[in-house]
């Protein structure tokens, strides 16, 4: 199944803003932020279709997954 992954600040370096991939049916999250060589500490926030993802949440044909790192700053 198709997913597009939007990427943000850090995680677009060497990826891009947004990926396409192709997933096997019953993917989750989590395998697509492998798929994508994201080390999971580098997720802070996830929606999956603008509404809040889990990492353990199954993915489905044509699902969009925001994913954002931990900002800092103040």
Do not use: H, Q, Y
């Not at 060589?37 to 997954?65: F, Q, Y």
């Amino acid at each position: 199944m198709k997913i597009r992954a939007r990427l943000f600040a850090t995680l677009r370096e060497g990826r891009g803003r947004e990926v396409e991939t192709d997933l096997p049916e019953g993917s989750t999250v989590m395998d697509l932020i492998g798929a994508l060589r994201i080390p999971e500490k580098d997720v802070a926030i996830l929606l999956v279709n603008g509404r809040d993802g889990r990492l353990s949440g199954v993915l489905g044909e044509a699902d969009t997954v925001s994913i954002f790192p931990p900002v800092g700053g103040g």
